[in-house]
Every structure is written in C-alpha cells, then in structure tokens.
C-alpha cells in the first residue's frame, strides 16, 4: 500500500479542482458574501503568502479570535496548510483565561474580527508572544486600535501571492490545530489537533451512518467556529465540497431561521439553547426549513420536549452528540438502526435523547471499580474513549496523567450503556454546570464567594433552567455579624468582578445551613432536590 499523509492540503486543494463553483456564503458586520471554492481557495493560499511575509513560520502558533465567517474559514486551512498551528481562541473566556491561553500557547500573530478588539486591547499588554495583530475587517482602511503593530486582512490578502504553494510533504502526525477547554477548574487545558487526526474525522463525518455529511448537503455550523473545530463542520464540508452557510457574529434565531429557509440548509449543528431559541421564532413565525434532514445538537443534554418538536410538528430528524474539546470533537450520535424503524415515536425520542453510538473508528468502555460496566442501561461508570482523533495528552500540562490512562482518555462524565450500546450521560463529575453548551466551575464560584468577608459557607448546584439548560444557584450561609446586612445583589456585584458575566448565578439564596453528609462534605444532591424546580415554579 502506498503510504501517502493525510493532509488538510489534500482537502483545500479537492474543493479547488472538484468544486469550484461551489459556494460559501458568509454574514460579517456588513451583511452576506458569497464566494465560491475557487475564490476561497485562492484568498487561502494569498493569506498563507500575506503571513508567511509578516513573519510565521513552520510550527509557530496562529490565533484566530472571531466568530464564523469566510476569513476564519481560510485561516482553518492557510495556516496548517503551511506547517503552522491555528489556535482557535474562545472568545467567552474570562480575561484572566483569554491572557494564560495565548501566552502559555505562544501565539506568534493573533487574527481579530473587529468588533472583538476592545477585548484584546484590555489585555495587551500582558501577551508575551504575540509580534503583531490582524484585523479581519471587511474593510482595508484599519479601524482606531490600541494594538500594534496592526494589519489589514484584506490589504494583506491584496499583497498575497494567489499561486503560493502548500506544504504537500509534512508528516501527517504534524499538529494543524488547537483549542482550549472552557477550563471548569484552574486554568484551560490546551488540546493539539494533528493533520491526521482532523482528515480522519472528517471522514467520519461523512459515513452515512453517522452524519452522511456530502457534496450535495448545506451545512450551517452554528456551533462556534472557535470551539473544537465547529464540530469538524467546516473542515469536512471543503473537503466533500458541500457548501456552507457562516452565520456570522451576535446571529439571533431569526437570521438562522432566514439562512436556513434562504439557503435551503439541509444540515446544522449547535447546542440546545440554539435549538430552543429556534423553535420559539419558528412558533412566532412562518419559516420553511423543510430541507433539513438532519439537525445535530450536542453540548449539553438535549431536552424531550425539544426533540419531540422538531421531529413531529416539523419532521426535522434531531440527532443528539457526544464529544468533548479532545475528541476532535464527534464519539457518539443517536442515530437509528433499521431494527428501530418499527418504533414508535416516543420510543424513537428516547433514544434521539441519549447520546448514541459510538462512531466507527473510535472504542468506548464505561467504567466502574468494578470494571466495565453491564449493557443493561442502569449501572453507571466513567466513559472513557480512545481512537484516531482522540488526544493524548494535554499541551504543556502536568494534568495530562489525570486524564490520559493506558491508552485511554478519561472523559470524566458518567454513563450507561444499553443493550444496543447506545450511550446515556447521567451525571458530571465535580458537580460541573454546564449552561448554554459551556462549562461552570460550582467549586470556583463557591470559593470566590467564600472569599468574601460576610460569607460563612456557600455552595453552588446546578438546576435545571429553561432556555440555557442548567444555571448555578448559590446557597450561602452569612457570618453571625452580617446577617440582614448584605444583600443577594451585593454578592453578585462581588462575583462579576471575577467571573465572565455567564458564569455569575441567577440567584442567591441565604441559608441558616448546608446539609453536609457525615464527613463535613456539601450534601450538594439535597440541595438540588429541594431547588430543582425553582425556575418551573417562579413562573
């Protein structure tokens, strides 16, 4: 057999000889674009040129800080295509986290959609790598920045060479990608994609037994591109030359309705709040979305309720996800087997609601003390996964041995499996939030609270909530002498000096005591129990 690297080039280049005329339609602050794979494919290879110019070079690390749209589509390939990493920097993450990812990755050059500067400009001073900013405006004229030195995207791309020529010859095992996890505890944990790793996905994607993504799809990534990958979308999508559909920045559930019913969008992908945010416009509104055949949710755990809207009043098919920031992302999908045709449909919703079967090419074990766990959809166990696109280690970090056992990465979540091997989450390990497909520390917010001079004790739970999922809650017991003295807002106040505005909980409630079990630990189960329908009775 001859042995010939899986490489992005290979990808970039099919769309450029395939699918030229294939198109990309792109929403930035000045409204739609529509360039075709041709024009992609050459603006690529002049941003490669433009980068390569201004200093990087094979290996060096390349941040992308911007939403989903055509240029950060021609970073995903410009930069691995020519020995260079892309680091795609989440833009939700705190200042303090946003400043230890750059840094702690080495970012040479950061690329910066324009209406993100001011947050770049808050910490610039404190980036140690990074030589020089490029502003990726529509415009050539540079916005009034605090950053230098600053480029234009567009002027560089206007001094680009159209004809520069990728790196064919790298090892395939040569990092082409990295994310940071949303950091639940402690600092992010940087995961390094490889050119093998991300071509092997792709074709994973396309296997009509997981999402069957091909040429003759639309595929609207509303999943942030700067989150694993967009979910391989964007990459699997060049490759196959199905055309794609960027939503852009602050896209609200009208425009995604608008794209969907204008574009005829036949495969998308975000998290619940999207899809719940989107079946309100569409009960408000008539739309058209009859041509999508799949709608893929992942992130968090997909609601009954949710699935049953989608699949019955709209006969949208709703596929439930698994995946984390190191898996690249995609281990299971609840799709149906022929064996299932047969089912009714409320037996088909329930299996939509767990998280599916394992794609080929990856194993999955569930684990507990005592071993693997039984297929009988009860006993719970640690997931854990290994595979071609699986990580195996974390990029610089001592917490790689807590994560990464015998060939194995321990996912932290716990599950079940059931007869047919279909997954279940069933709970999170460190009583981790997760609102809106991101993760919250509980312990973080606890002992922020807890820094506090009127704070005795506090805890903080996840309930359920009915457009993000879940939300923190925080029960806080006061110091004798503050008691009546402060209030829910004044700790909120505290809070948002230390936390991203999401991450602060709705609610405050004061308490004589927290249940603790016979060790002293925060009865935390007791506490959900009591408040879980918080948000079902405040209506």
């Not at 680091?87 to 230890?100: E, F, G, K």
């Not at 949303?182 to 999402?211: E, M, Q, W």
């Not at 019955?312 to 190191?326: A, C, L, N, R």
């Not at 809106?436 to 909530?465: K, Q, R, Y």
């Amino acid at each position: 057999m001859m042995d010939t690297p899986l490489l992005l080039t290979s990808m970039i280049e099919r769309a450029e000889k395939y699918f030229p005329q294939k198109e990309v339609v792109s929403r930035t602050l000045s409204g739609i674009h529509r360039f075709t794979y041709k024009e992609i494919g050459e603006r690529t290879r002049r941003l490669a040129s433009a980068l390569t110019k201004i200093g990087m070079q094979k290996g060096d690390k390349i941040g992308t800080f911007a939403w989903n749209h055509h240029r950060h589509l021609e970073a995903y390939f410009a930069v691995p295509c020519s020995g260079a990493v892309l680091h795609m920097v989440n833009i939700r993450l705190s200042l303090d986290h946003l400043t230890y990812v750059i840094n702690h990755a080495e970012d040479k050059i950061l690329l910066i959609d324009p209406d993100l500067l001011p947050i770049i400009e808050k910490i610039k001073d404190q980036l140690t790598t990074v030589e020089s900013f490029v502003i990726m405006s529509d415009e050539t004229l540079l916005p009034e920045t605090t950053l230098t030195p600053v480029y234009s995207y567009e002027q560089l791309l206007e001094e680009g060479d159209p004809s520069f020529s990728f790196i064919s010859d790298m090892d395939e095992r040569t990092p082409a990608a990295m994310c940071y996890t949303s950091a639940t505890t402690g600092n992010p944990k940087g995961v390094v994609y490889t050119h093998r790793g991300i071509v092997l996905h792709s074709f994973a994607i396309g296997l009509a037994d997981t999402l069957g993504l091909c040429e003759r799809d639309v595929a609207m990534p509303v999943v942030p591109m700067f989150h694993v990958n967009a979910w391989g979308l964007p990459f699997a999508s060049v490759w196959y030359g199905t055309k794609q559909v960027l939503p852009g920045p602050a896209f609200t559930p009208k425009l995604l309705a608008e794209l969907i019913e204008q574009e005829k969008v036949t495969i998308t992908g975000g998290v619940p709040t999207i899809w719940i945010g989107l079946l309100k416009e569409l009960e408000e509104n008539q739309y058209d979305i009859s041509s999508i055949r799949a709608l893929i949710c992942g992130g968090a755990a997909s609601p009954k309720g949710l699935i049953r809207a989608f699949e019955e009043k709209y006969q949208v098919p709703f596929i439930s996800g698994y995946g984390m920031t190191e898996t690249s992302p995609i281990v299971s999908l609840s799709t149906l087997t022929s064996e299932m045709d047969s089912l009714s449909l409320e037996e088909k919703i329930n299996i939509r609601a767990k998280t599916g079967l394992v794609v080929p090419g990856l194993d999955i074990r569930v684990v507990n003390e005592n071993g693997d766990v039984p297929r009988n959809g009860v006993t719970m166990g640690e997931l854990i996964v290994r595979g071609p696109w699986i990580a195996s280690e974390y990029y610089k970090d001592d917490r790689t041995k807590e994560a990464f056992k015998d060939g194995w990465l321990y996912t932290g979540d716990i599950a079940v499996v059931d007869e047919d091997g279909y997954i279940r989450i069933t709970d999170r390990t460190k009583d981790l939030i997760k609102s809106g497909g991101e993760w919250i520390s509980s312990v973080a917010i606890e002992n922020a609270l807890m820094s506090h001079d009127a704070v005795f004790e506090a805890a903080v739970i996840a309930i359920p909530h009915p457009k993000w999922q879940e939300r923190p809650l925080a029960c806080v017991v006061l110091q004798e002498a503050y008691k009546n003295q402060i209030t829910e807002e004044e700790l909120k106040t505290f809070l948002k000096g230390q936390f991203s505005k999401w991450w602060v909980p709705d609610k405050i409630i004061f308490l004589e005591e927290i249940p603790k079990t016979s060790v002293g630990k925060f009865l935390k189960r007791t506490l959900r129990d009591q408040w879980q329908h918080y948000y079902t009775n405040a209506k």
